[in-house]
């Protein structure tokens, strides 16, 4: 929870960030200079695009965790008995030992979102943030594909 509302904190910030970017940016659009219109300009796209990075990484951590709630409502999710470091952290030599059961899952089921999400956590425990969110991204794109989207009449 302390981890979300820290997302959100940021999330907000960022937002009022990017309004104070487009106010200047209108300030430079309507200045009638040159330079400064293409400033304007410049200023306005950098926005669009945080605003959309932002949204996009807002919608990946829902969709994430949305699967793994439905896992672990369902048991499915493996047993978080890996030893920790003082920090709290899992210990990623022990972590990196369990990895090569959840690549086998996902060799052995490659259209499974649930092998999917379960080797982007072996991921993330071991360290390998970019790794996971890549695995995580198959998963949803997986449980996606397989989800009957709904007619509209």
Avoid: H
């Avoid at 022990?94 to 060799?107: C, G, I, K, R, S």
């Amino acid at each position: 929870m302390k981890n979300r509302i820290a997302s959100l904190l940021m999330a907000a910030l960022l937002v009022l960030y990017l309004v104070f970017v487009m106010q200047y940016a209108f300030i430079l659009l309507s200045s009638g200079v040159g330079l400064a219109i293409a400033m304007g300009v410049a200023l306005l796209v950098l926005p669009l695009i945080g605003a959309w990075v932002l949204a996009s990484d807002l919608l990946f951590v829902v969709r994430g965790e949305r699967l793994v709630k439905r896992m672990a409502d369902a048991g499915e999710l493996p047993v978080d008995d890996l030893p920790r470091l003082p920090s709290g952290r899992i210990d990623p030599a022990a972590a990196d030992l369990q990895f090569p059961q959840f690549q086998a899952e996902v060799e052995a089921e490659p259209d499974s979102w649930k092998a999917w999400v379960r080797l982007g956590l072996a991921y993330d425990a071991s360290g390998d943030r970019k790794r996971a969110r890549w695995a995580t991204r198959k998963a949803i794109r997986l449980e996606r594909q397989k989800s009957p989207t709904p007619q509209t009449p």
